[in-house]
Each structure stands twice: as C-alpha cells, then as structure tokens.
C-alpha cells in the first residue's frame, strides 16, 4: 500500500492544541527556578511607643514609622525571617523576633514601649499610686512594683495614702530610653 498517507483524526488535533495552550497559560505563573510558585506574605507594624522607629527585616532597614502610625512590609518571601524595630534617635531595641513566614499571611506587630518604672514604697503605709492622675494600683511598705511598657514620654508620679486625697510623695519621670526608672518613696 504505497502512496497513501495516514491521516490524522480530527480529535487527536484537538488534543494537541489543548496541550500547546496549556503550555502557555501555566508558562505564565510566577515560578523560580525549582518550579514551585513563590509565595510571599505582609507585614505590618504599629507604633505605639510613644517615638519613631525603624523596621528592619533580615538585618536591612525596611522604613520609619512615626509614632501613632504604621507601615507594612509587602512581598516578604515564605520562610524564615529576623524582625527589629529600633527607636530612631537611640538605636535602643524596642522590639526583635524571629518568626516563620508563611505564603499568602498577613502578620501584625504592635510595637509598645519598652521602659519600665519601678516604684519602691519606703513610706511605712499602704500607698496608692498615680501616673498622670490615672490610679496605677495599690503598693505595701517595703515593696516594690514595675509598671510595664512605659510609652516614652513625660509622667508625673504621686503617691497618696490609702482612703485620703493628700498627696505625700511626687516626680517627674522623663522616658527617654528602654531601662527602668526607679522611683523610691520615702517621708
């Protein structure tokens, strides 16, 4: 049987042509070179510590962040990475973790403030303390208390005892970097 040639079928041209769009439409997904698709995430920081920040991420500096404000991260590759948020005008570490990120998330930090005041109550009575005219709690004689994630700012101290107005002990603290500020009452 010479002279005749084999035809092809009107479903397996079909089938071919299928194959070449498939080809081009999965051509067109966002692969590296080990063939998987790249994902990435978000990430977000809030500032509430009372100063600028700076955001870094891997060790690069991403942004500042004015207190009050936020800002994210966009396209932050799946996998494992350092954050650090440092105060602007100190360097001082307000915040630093490493965390894995996952493809797709949306993470959010908020970054309060690190300081700490420790009052000490020396008065010999029961005391009730005040920041900025806002109760803080009750402290005992010869104890001491740590107020957490003190905001840099100004605040204004006052001691008071137990069941009276009277004022018997008062500062002012200036928050200007993370340590504690200690504030000893004595009469």
């Known amino acids: 049987?010479?002279?005749?040639?084999?035809?092809?079928?009107?479903?397996?041209?079909?089938?071919?042509?299928?194959?070449?769009?498939?080809?081009?439409?999965?051509?067109?997904?966002?692969?590296?070179?080990?063939?998987?698709?790249?994902?990435?995430?978000?990430?977000?920081f809030s500032n509430s510590c009372g100063a600028d920040m700076d955001v870094f991420m891997d060790g690069t500096l991403q942004f500042t962040v004015a207190n009050g404000q936020s800002d994210t991260i966009t396209d932050v590759l799946a996998g494992s990475h350092s954050f650090e948020v440092r105060k602007s005008d100190t360097a001082s570490v307000l915040y630093s973790d490493t965390f894995?990120?996952?493809?797709?998330?949306?993470?959010?930090?908020?970054?309060?403030g690190a300081a700490t005041i420790s009052?000490?109550?020396?008065?010999?009575?029961?005391?009730?303390?005040?920041?900025?005219?806002?109760?803080?709690?009750?402290?005992?004689?010869?104890?001491?208390?740590?107020?957490?994630?003190?905001?840099?700012n100004t605040y204004t101290m006052e001691a008071k005892l137990k069941n009276e107005d009277t004022v018997v002990a008062s500062t002012t603290i200036v928050i200007t970097d993370v340590q504690d500020y200690p504030w000893t009452i004595t009469p």
């Open 100 to 112: 894995t990120v996952t493809g797709g998330a949306a993470y959010s930090v908020t970054v309060q």
């Open 119 to 152: 009052v000490t109550n020396q008065y010999g009575q029961l005391l009730r303390i005040f920041q900025n005219n806002v109760y803080i709690g009750d402290i005992g004689d010869g104890l001491t208390q740590t107020i957490s994630r003190v905001k840099f």
């Open 1 to 44: 049987m010479t002279g005749l040639r084999k035809r092809r079928s009107l479903p397996a041209l079909a089938i071919a042509a299928a194959l070449v769009v498939l080809a081009a439409v999965s051509g067109s997904c966002k692969k590296n070179s080990t063939g998987p698709e790249t994902l990435t995430a978000s990430v977000t």
